[in-house]
């Protein structure tokens, strides 16, 4: 078999090993459901040994608040994830709050002000203040997306 033969193989193989994939059309709701809720995902890189320090303002913060917008209704539930290896890639932590639907994140005033009344005026200040004085010193934010649980039939 001469070089012209062989490329020529390679190449047919090459072009029909790339077209099977074209071929596969998948459906949705006939092939695969995409959920209703959403998972806002915020991916974070915590600084070297500030875990701790960071789990700490969390808890006075984005926790607290969570657990108030869960009592009210307006999420479903909250997790934060830690790596293993937190010196590894470009984040170490998740912080995942799942909603019912994309329309519990639509502006709401009478739902803002419930949760301004729940969550206090001195707890608004505190936030404000771990938020402007201890998180851009110990992290960083390196993505927020919004997420669809898919399930393939």
């Known amino acids: 078999m001469n ?11 090459t072009f029909l090993a790339s077209a099977v994939p074209a071929q596969a059309q998948l459906e949705i709701y006939d092939d695969y459901e995409v959920s209703d809720a959403v998972w806002s995902i915020s991916t974070i890189k915590v600084d070297a040994n500030m875990g701790d320090y960071y789990l700490e303002g969390l808890r006075s913060t984005w926790i607290a608040s969570n657990e108030v917008s869960k009592k009210l209704g307006q999420i479903e539930d909250y997790s934060i994830y830690a790596s293993d290896f937190p010196q590894s890639g470009d984040f170490n932590m998740l912080l995942i709050v799942k909603f019912a639907n994309t329309a519990d994140l639509a502006p709401n005033k009478a739902k803002y002000e419930a949760f301004l009344k729940a969550w206090g ?10 938020s402007k004085d201890l998180y851009p010193t110990i992290r ?10 898919v399930e393939v039939k």
């Open 3 to 13: 070089i012209l033969t062989k490329f020529g193989t390679l190449a047919a193989a």
């Open 121 to 130: 005026e001195t707890k608004v200040k505190e936030s404000r203040q771990i």
């Open 140 to 149: 960083t934010i390196t993505g927020d997306y919004l997420m669809r649980k």
